[in-house]
């Protein structure tokens, strides 16, 4: 039905404005203090956001809504795909950083 396709379509153009508004965020902010304490909190800022951010992207009904957009072949999808991906990217940064600095 293409008037659910629309509508998923609006969902996902959301989403993608919201990924993309996020991680630029995350990439902008900066420790609020000096030395590794504050480097160690900004660093799991950024992972416990992007990370949220990420397990609402997994739930069923999004991975359900992307799948009947993907068999519609949006072209949008290829935006929220790049801009999944990117958050992925920097989700798994923020993770080894502050694993790594935790140590």
Same mark, same amino acid.
């Given at each position: 039905?293409?008037?659910?396709?629309? *509508?998923?379509? /609006?969902? !996902?153009?959301?989403?993608?404005?919201?990924?993309? =508004?996020?991680?630029?965020?995350?990439?902008?902010?900066?420790?609020? /203090?000096?030395?590794?304490?504050?480097?160690?909190?900004?660093?799991?800022?950024? @992972? @416990?956001?992007?990370?949220?951010? !990420?397990?609402? !992207?997994?739930?069923? *009904?999004?991975? *359900?809504?992307?799948?009947?957009?993907?068999?519609?072949?949006?072209? =949008?999808?290829? =935006?929220? @795909?790049?801009?999944?991906?990117? !958050?992925?990217?920097? *989700?798994?940064?923020?993770?080894?950083?502050?694993?790594?600095? =935790?140590?």
């Amino acid at each position: 039905d293409m008037d659910i396709v629309k *509508q998923l379509e /609006g969902f !996902l153009d959301a989403w993608t404005s919201t990924i993309a =508004s996020v991680v630029e965020q995350m990439l902008r902010k900066t420790p609020t /203090g000096s030395g590794p304490l504050a480097e160690i909190e900004c660093w799991i800022e950024r @992972s @416990s956001t992007l990370t949220a951010l !990420l397990e609402q !992207l997994e739930l069923p *009904q999004v991975v *359900q809504a992307v799948a009947i957009l993907s068999k519609a072949q949006i072209p =949008s999808l290829s =935006s929220f @795909s790049y801009h999944r991906n990117e !958050l992925a990217t920097y *989700q798994a940064e923020a993770k080894d950083n502050v694993k790594f600095l =935790s140590t």
